[in-house]
């Protein structure tokens, strides 16, 4: 059966490349094949990997015997890190070419991998260390001290490339299927006359009287965008900080946790972070934007924008909780401790984000939405 919905799944592909055939060049088919291939494959299955993923937490809080909110929380990261770092390994073959070869991706972790393991060492918190000794023991390996600390790096540098290049994978499958759909409906909504969900979400203003969604990106397969590059970079340090700002000086977790499982905790947390900036930027570097009877368009990015950095006005909440924490007695030295701790990992993680991200997924997502876009919005109009 399910090679079946397999095989069906393929010939969709291969009649949408007929379709798009006359649309777009050679080079631009053979990526949107090979995406096509990889996305269909990765949201077929991605329920059962989050499935997998759930069960296999339980499996080990039922093992460890421990149900504190702390080890819960960070035995969930755990899991959900190494089993994205499973996808990774999976599709690393089938990332996209970009502009630098795909072994600069190799030298890049091994680069950032060792910048991080050095701060660990420097501030002496050897994290990874620290989580593989515990698997051992839980294991019942005995191994010397130095071989733990190999065997340390040797993860975090696993995690650093292929836990990246996982979540990068089911994010761009995710926008690459949907967000082209999503595009194509407020299209044939600005046709009917109508407003919906996508609408509400873009902040579409209720002055305008759409008359066609476009999409109008900028594609350069040979060209590495230095400016994606930046923002993504930016964007993602911007995010972890705030987020992490909700666990290192909130005075309950400073209560419940040791700095050692926040900081845990907060590192592979920040590994996901790029999923919640890579949608608003796609869309901007989309050009996606409504045509109307006013004198000038407008582009979608403003309110996907505008969604984001409502949640940055939360950062507002920060100074309310570092008062907190100071007034139930927590120390702000150890409080910036905890910050300088995990900015230094969440830098370079976010540097290997847009790396990777703009090498290898950008281009291919711009170019793949654009012709399924143009394909259903193709459709829709003749309905």
């Given amino acids: ?35 096509e291939r990889r996305d269909l494959t990765i949201t077929r299955n991605f329920p059962f990997f989050i499935l997998a993923c759930v069960v296999l937490w339980i499996f080990v809080i039922m093992y460890l015997g421990d149900y504190s909110f702390p080890k819960l929380l960070e035995n969930l990261c755990l899991v959900f890190v190494v089993m994205f770092a499973l996808i990774g390994t999976l ?140 923002r993504m970079f930016l964007y993602t340090l911007v995010l972890g900080m705030m987020i992490s700002s909700y666990l290192f000086i909130n005075p309950l977790f400073l209560d419940v946790m040791s700095w050692k499982t926040m900081l845990s905790i907060m590192l592979m947390l920040s590994m996901f972070v790029p999923v919640l900036v890579v949608p608003w930027q796609l869309v901007e570097d989309l050009g996606a934007k409504i045509r ?28 309310m909780m570092f008062v907190l924490s100071l007034y139930f007695g927590n120390d702000v030295l150890d409080i910036l401790k905890n910050y300088l701790y995990y900015l230094i990992p969440l830098v370079f993680t976010s540097a290997m984000y847009a790396f990777i991200y703009s090498n290898n997924f950008h281009e291919a997502m711009k170019l793949t939405i654009q012709a399924r876009f143009e394909d259903y919005k193709g459709s829709y109009r003749k309905r």
């Fill in 1 to 35: 059966m399910k090679d079946g919905r397999l095989k069906d799944g393929l010939d969709s592909i291969n009649d949408r490349i007929d379709h798009l055939a006359e649309k777009v060049s050679p080079e631009m088919r053979s990526i949107f094949m090979h995406s």
């Fill in 91 to 230: 599709f690393f073959r089938m990332l996209n070419m970009g502009t630098f070869p795909r072994w600069s991706l190799l030298i890049g972790s091994l680069i950032i991998s060792s910048i991080i393991w050095w701060s660990e060492v420097h501030f002496e918190n050897m994290v990874y260390a620290d989580a593989v000794d515990a698997v051992l023991s839980v294991l019942h390996m005995d191994l010397s001290d130095d071989m733990v600390v190999v065997l340390g790096f040797l993860v975090l540098f696993y995690i650093t490339l292929f836990t990246t290049v996982g979540v990068l994978s089911v994010t761009s499958a995710y926008l690459r299927i949907y967000l082209a759909r999503v595009f194509a409906t407020m299209d044939s909504h600005a046709v009917d006359g109508i407003r919906g969900k996508a609408e509400s979400f873009f902040m579409v203003p209720d002055i305008i009287d759409p008359k066609e969604v476009v999409i109008e990106p900028k594609i350069n397969v040979h060209r590495f965008n230095f400016r994606v590059f930046l």
């Fill in 292 to 319: 109307s009877d006013a004198p000038r368009d407008y582009y979608l990015y403003v309110g996907a924008k505008k969604r984001l950095f409502s949640t940055f006005a939360a950062l507002g909440v920060f100074m």
